[in-house]
């Protein structure tokens, strides 16, 4: 449906994540579909590899570029300008109004470009706390307005973002737990209970309206815009 929809309607962008990414570089029945409308695609979500960063812009005819952003931090931190040539691996640069840091995860102490650290932001778009979770705010913010992001990363002598993993505490540091895979296993069921009782309801699933989503844990974020 993903494909007939981008050629039907002459789909011109797409975000998308790196499941989607690898599919489109790898997948036999993208042959089947004319994409040629593509001109730009969008990754986030999750680090892209570059080598599949690279099929899938030679695959589809149109550029491959990663973006990096935080609800914390209203989203969005790097991305590439509309025009400029795509770094593989890379998540573009800041956006305006983004400070960086890169810290030695254990001293706190800043590293200098190519290596790696723990990637702390500050920006006005941030938020203030996470509502009700004062320990979880103090332990995310520190005293000068710098957000740990949990995320591993470097920046080159560009100054383009490059992030390579995770610490071990980081989303739990942010307040959200990432479900492991007993949680995403019962999600999955979850969801084919649901489709299947919709599919037996009069009218089919036009009749029932999909439940709100609510994060991992169900803390709330207040931000400050």
Partial sequence: EFLAALADHGITQTVVGPPIVEA????????RYELSSLRWIGCG??????????????????PVGQVYGLTEAAAGIAAWRPGTEVVPGSSGRLLPGVAARIVDQ??????GHSADGEL???TPSMMS????????SDAAIDADGWL???????????????????????????????PGPEQRAEAGQARGRRARQRQALPG??????????????????????
């Fill in 24 to 31: 489109l570089a790898t997948h036999p029945a993208v042959d």
């Fill in 45 to 62: 979500d999750a680090p892209l590899e570059a080598d599949l960063q690279r099929a899938c812009s030679t695959r589809i005819g149109c």
């Fill in 106 to 111: 254990d001293t706190g102490a800043d590293r």
């Fill in 120 to 122: 702390l932001i500050r």
């Fill in 129 to 136: 706390g996470y509502l009700a979770a004062a320990g979880r």
């Fill in 148 to 178: 740990r992001t949990g995320d591993i990363a470097r920046f080159d002598a560009d100054g383009n973002l490059f992030v390579t993993g995770r610490t071990g505490t980081g989303q739990a540091r942010r307040g959200q737990q990432p």
């Fill in 204 to 225: 089919g699933r036009d009749c029932h309206r999909r439940p709100p989503q609510r994060g991992y844990d169900g803390v709330a974020v207040r931000a400050r815009l």
